[in-house]
C-alpha cells in the first residue's frame, strides 16, 4: 500500500492520551478540546485522501517521464550508430 511507501502507517494513529488511553472526541466534555480532535481527525482523513490521490499521480508521471527519457536515449544512440 502507499502508506507503506512513504513510512505513514496505514492505522489510525491517535496523538492525545489520557491515563495511557487513547482519547476520542466523542469521549471529550470539552467543547473546545472536543473541536481540536474533531479538526486533527478530519485533517488526518484529508491528508490520507490527499495521498491517495497524489502519489500515484507523480508515480505515472515519474514512469512516463522515465519513458520518454529512454527513449530519446536510444534515438541518440540510433543516430549515433548511423553516422
Known amino acids: 500500500m502507499v502508506f507503506g511507501a ?3 502507517p ?3 494513529s491517535r496523538t ?7 482519547v476520542r472526541a466523542e469521549d471529550v466534555d470539552d467543547p473546545f478540546r472536543r473541536g481540536l480532535l474533531t479538526l486533527a481527525r ?3 482523513r484529508a491528508d ?3 495521498l491517495e490521490e497524489i502519489i500515484p499521480a ?9 519513458e ?3 527513449e ?3 534515438e541518440d544512440t540510433a543516430d549515433t550508430i548511423r553516422r
Open 16 to 22: 492525545v492520551y489520557a491515563d495511557g488511553e487513547p
Open 58 to 66: 507523480l508515480e505515472a508521471k515519474a514512469e512516463a517521464e522515465a
Open 48 to 50: 490520507r485522501a490527499w
Open 68 to 70: 520518454a527519457e529512454a
Open 42 to 44: 478530519a485533517t488526518s
Open 72 to 74: 530519446a536515449e536510444a
Open 6 to 8: 512513504i513510512g505513514v
Open 10 to 12: 496505514p492505522e489510525r
